[in-house]
């Protein structure tokens, strides 16, 4: 079982340039996350989707874009990279069925460290 | 509101106890605990639900005290595998998105 499998693992960026970054899960999962990660301060959530076809703001979704492509995938973009988006990306996706939640417990990818110059 | 975790970090030997504790300073409706071991993902330990159930993964457990807003995870008769960071996540309502606190160092020594 792959599970939550994120791509690039690792990416450097000059100040300005755009990217992407992949997420997928084979678990049938409805709802998917993108977190950062900084030193002390924690996960904190950019974007996530509920169910394929939405999208909603997380804590800290600034300069970020996100886009559902199907229950499978959720990716995440950077437009104009900032170094203030340096910092560890992580996918994460839970099984949560109904539009509230639950409590699913959330399955987390690799993570992507990305560093912006 | 992100919880507060304490304490930042803690330092063991195999077979000692520790104690690590998440409040919040809003009413919470669940708290998820995860241990993160370094360059990996983070991965689920524990869901407690207000109530104050008490829950155990292996020789780890937890409990939540609504009233005081805050859990605890007790990690006895610690083991070098118990090594890593472990976050707290919080919710306040059923479809709040988890906060997580920015989580307790362990470091578990022969």
């Known amino acids: 079982n792959a599970g939550v499998t994120q791509t690039p693992k690792f990416q450097v960026l000059k100040t300005g340039q755009s990217m992407t970054l992949q997420c997928a899960q084979d678990?049938?999962?409805?709802?998917m996350y993108w977190y950062r990660q900084d030193p002390g301060m924690g996960l904190r959530l950019i974007y996530y989707?509920?169910?394929?076809?939405?999208?909603d703001k997380g804590e800290v979704p600034n300069g970020y874009n996100v886009s559902r492509l199907n229950k499978r995938e959720f990716s995440l973009r950077l437009e104009s990279a900032a170094p203030s988006q340096t910092s560890v990306y992580f996918c994460?996706?839970?099984?949560?069925?109904?539009?509230?939640?639950?409590?699913?417990?959330?399955?987390f990818g690799s993570g992507t460290q990305l560093s912006v110059l | 509101q992100q919880p507060v975790q304490s304490p930042q970090a803690v330092i063991l030997r195999e077979g000692e106890d520790a104690v690590i504790n998440c409040s919040s300073s809003?009413?919470?409706?669940?708290v998820h605990w995860y241990r993160q071991k370094h360059g990996e993902a983070p991965v689920f330990l524990m869901i407690?639900?207000?109530?104050?159930e008490q829950k155990g993964h292996e020789k780890i457990s937890a409990s939540f005290n609504e009233k005081k807003q805050q859990s605890s995870l007790y990690l006895t008769a610690s083991q070098l595998s118990y090594s890593g960071t472990y976050f707290c996540?919080?919710?306040?309502?059923?479809?709040?998105?988890?906060?997580f606190g920015a989580g307790t160092q362990v470091v578990v020594t022969p």
């Open positions: 989707s509920a169910s394929e076809g939405t999208t």
């Open positions: 996540g919080t919710q306040t309502d059923s479809w709040g998105k988890l906060q």
């Open positions: 678990m049938n999962h409805n709802s």
């Open positions: 994460a996706s839970s099984e949560t069925r109904q539009a509230k939640s639950t409590n699913e417990k959330l399955f």
């Open positions: 407690l639900l207000k109530g104050g």
């Open positions: 809003k009413a919470l409706y669940s």
